[in-house]
């Protein structure tokens, strides 16, 4: 995720539809739905709590920022993996140690393969350095080697990954330009695909195999994508998609797409990530990535949490089994920027986008429902 624009052009319903969705789309799915996947992507906590961060809980209490987060919800935690950042986290070392303290919690784990030295999204798919100049087939045995090698490492030590990401929101591919789709040729994405897949499976066979796109938008961009890569054969366990009302519209598409790509694929569906602002205001001086709300949630701690609680809502009752939250606990602190090349010198762009305020304190109206 960084701060990009799909150009949507839908508009975002007014509240009063959007709350008739929400009540009338349980009557359309089995009322014995629920979300198992009660996520949160907490890949810049292992920096901030590094660099003396406090979290607090809706008491004040100073506690674990995992710990406050399994106390709403979350039962899952999503960790993004960088082949070899400059700043050195998010890369292997960084995740495997982190790792450990998440499944000591009892959560679950989900690996978010980037393959790349930084922010894989739908504009930016760059390579890692390692591998600038390797061609089509060479990428086929990065990637299995690097999954592999990331997988088996987190197994060794009892982490073993209960799912992973073979890619990060790859609308239109990955490992740019060799993997990425041109003239909707799907066959280099696929042998990627493919290869993290086959990798994924060797190290650990009960580990689910998550592609994500941020296709949440329409259909039509749903289908165009997943129908490429089933055409060329490509597996996949779990369809996950990016969810944000400011870039992708209606909480009517995300139900749509949701249950479209649930029917359409036989494939289990998750929203990988998802987000909303309490303020408009910024806490650092990085401009925020997103400075606007959408109709209906005002910018306050009850804006968020509603607009959170709604996207649950509609992800289960369109047949999800999963929400993720995008970084939570991304709260400023200096040191512990965006640029992976300049994490000291740059600042958070997704500061009022946390349930943390700029203090540590949560959002106390924001919680993670099955």
Sequence with gaps: MSAYSLGCTAKVLTALILSAITLSAPTRVSAANSLAMLGADVSSAQRALDLGAKYYDASGNARDPLDI?????????????????????????????????????????????????????????????AWSGHAISQLQTDVYDHTYDVCTALKAQGTAPDSVQIGNEINVG???DDGKVINNNFTNLSLLLKAGYNATKACNGG????????????????????????????????TGLSYYCIWHGSLANLYNVIADVKSRYGKDVVVAETAYPFTSADADGTANSVTSGCSGYPLTWEGQATNFTDVQNTARNAGAIGVFYWEPT?????????????????????????????????????????
Excluded: C
């Design 174 to 176: 990955m490992l740019w």
């Design 330 to 370: 991304w709260y400023a602190v200096p040191g512990n920027g965006w640029d992976p090349a300049n994490i000291q010198g740059s600042g958070d762009g997704w500061d009022n986008m946390a349930v943390f305020d700029w203090t540590g304190h949560v959002n106390p109206n924001v919680r993670w429902t099955p």
């Design 207 to 238: 580990t689910k195999v998550v592609i994500h796109t941020a296709d949440a938008d329409s259909d039509e961009h749903a289908r165009w994508f997943y129908d490429g890569i089933t055409a060329k054969g490509v597996k996949w366990d779990i």
């Design 69 to 129: 987060l399994k106390g709403l919800g979350v039962n899952y935690v999503r960790l993004r993996v960088w082949n070899n950042p400059a700043s050195g986290y998010d890369n292997k070392a960084k995740v495997l140690a982190y790792a450990k303290t998440v499944k000591a919690k009892g959560l679950r784990l989900l690996i978010d393969f980037h393959y790349s030295d930084t922010w894989a999204d739908p504009s930016h798919q760059r390579k890692p350095a």
